[in-house]
């Protein structure tokens, strides 16, 4: 029987294979392309554009490409960036730089090679190392290697540091019979300050990157696809980015850190539908091996994560998403959340009640080109549909949880987008009354990482810029109560204020009660690429604490800034 399935299983893949027509590899949720596809949405430009569910194909991304390609009143900055993007994600391209690679035309003469190789560097032309083409693969091979600099000010944990920033990195992506894709990252960051990687918004998250010892890491990105006409299965370990974003999403933040996971998507023109199932990560503990006296081992428990997505665009002015997302742990993966037809929530009773589950509406509204309006309702605990737009305090139910956000976009004709947001989270909501259920990777919130019993008010201007370029420029106003702690940091009362601290049963629930906490930040990020494959990228922060005492990550008057260029060979 077993003989038999494989058979067929190895059958159906061989005719559905066919000649190589586009990549079906993913393009990792961090790529400037979808922000740039965002402000073509909000200006009218493209249709179906899912910006709420990241990362795409690269086949996905060339439709809006090539749909933007035959818009003739693109400005001159957009035309320019299409051309850029256009260049950068074709298939047919791709198959054309294959002529002419790092590692081409070894056989010509050194001098020949070397004047042939420094022309390649400063051309227009799309670098890569190595490119492997047939018609039925396609893939290809880069390097990258940067210079930079990152400096830290952070007078709460007497910490005042700076560092060049040098870093290698590999890439390698393709397809196969425009069926299975792959894309891998690597990267290899060296400071020559102890501690100072724990700051870097991705390489801090790693296991290197965490501890307070250490000058390297590794940080990875990693896709591997199936894809068959609507349907994908995805399996990855890198960033996912789902709800609408001003500042951050609610149900996963494009930065929130690496985890491994398997994704179902079966997208149409108006619907899309999507699985994942992934396994979170716990801080490890050494423990003597019962039954084996002097045997120890390293372990931590088991976490996961699972999310239900649907979406719908039934026009080209609105878009209809509710999502449900689940975390549980202490066992292994459990069947119910595996099926990918059952609804969390219903998998949820059918366990028994013991796991953290929270559902989330959203919508966006076009109701004229170049203005895009949005807002998310997201339910952690909630007996009474009637308390969802009550303040706390009126509600039928004290302990309900619930989270709010409102923004718009609005574009200009010179390639700007300027995005105003709100967004609210009550006290307890991410918690878990389960110290491992918490809605977390290693620490850092999946959602917004501003957590529960807070408010932002967020405004942010980016223009666009011809070479690939753009300069990002946010403000935002931060309200948050910290749960009550005594001078040895104990905690005294729990307000809600921590997404560690979850509820246990009876909890009030007060919007801003305990220790308030005020804060003002600015952010200026910048990318600008004057010749194809060298880059120069930047960001700087500075956070004003105007209020709040406590030892902790929002306390003090911290200011990072890091400055790279990249050559991608």
Known sequence: M?????????????????????QVSIVPASHQVYEWLHLQRVKGNIENYSYEALPLTRKQIMVFLNELNRNESLNRIDSDLLKWYTQE???????????NTYLTGLNKPFK???????????????????????DSIQWAFDFFSSAGFMKINDPISNFDESSFLPYHSIRTYGSIYDRIGGHLEVYNP???????????????????????????????????TFQFK??????????????????????????????????????????????????LKAETVNIEVEGYPGVRSRISPERWFALRRFQLTPAKWITMAFTETLTYSNRPLELAYA??????????????????????????????????????????????FSDILKPTGERKSEDAVVSYQIGSSITLPTSTIINGE???????????????????????????????????????????????????????QVKKGFNEIDANGNLVTDVGGDIFEGQTGGDTVRLFAGDIHEWNEIRIQYEIEPIRGIRLFGTLNKRIVNQGLQLNDYDGDRKSTRLNSSHQI
């Open 2 to 22: 077993l003989k038999r399935l494989t058979f067929l299983l190895s059958l159906l893949l061989i005719v559905s294979l066919s000649p190589l027509k586009a």
């Open 89 to 99: 994600f074709s298939s047919e391209q791709l198959a054309q730089d294959s002529e």
């Open 112 to 134: 020949e090679f070397f004047k042939d190789k420094w022309n390649y560097v400063f051309s227009s032309q799309e670098p890569h190392l190595f490119v492997f083409t047939s």
């Open 190 to 224: 060296v400071v020559n300050v102890e501690g100072l990687l724990r700051y870097h918004p991705e390489w801090g998250q790693t296991f290197d990157g965490r501890q307070a010892r250490k000058k390297s890491t590794l940080f990875a990105e990693a896709y591997a």
């Open 230 to 279: 609507q349907l994908g299965v995805h399996i990855g370990n890198g960033d996912l980015k789902y709800g609408l974003k001003g500042s951050e999403s609610q149900i996963l933040r494009q930065d929130a850190g690496n985890f491994d996971w398997v994704r179902i998507n079966f997208d149409t023109k108006y619907f899309q539908y999507t699985f994942i199932h992934g396994a």
């Open 339 to 384: 099926n990918p037809l059952l609804p969390l929530r219903f998998g949820e009773y059918e366990t028994l009640d013991k796991d953290n589950p929270i559902w989330f509406f959203e919508g966006s509204l076009r109701p004229l080109n170049n203005i895009e309006l949005y807002a998310t309702i997201g339910i952690d605990d909630l007996l009474n």
């Open 422 to 476: 709100i967004i609210q989270f009550d006290p307890f909501f991410y918690t878990h009354w389960q110290f491992f259920n918490t809605y977390d990777e290693l620490g850092s919130p999946l959602g917004a990482s501003i957590g529960p019993n807070s408010r932002q008010f967020f405004l942010s201007v980016r223009q666009w810029l011809p070479w690939r370029s753009f300069l990002d420029i946010s403000v935002s």
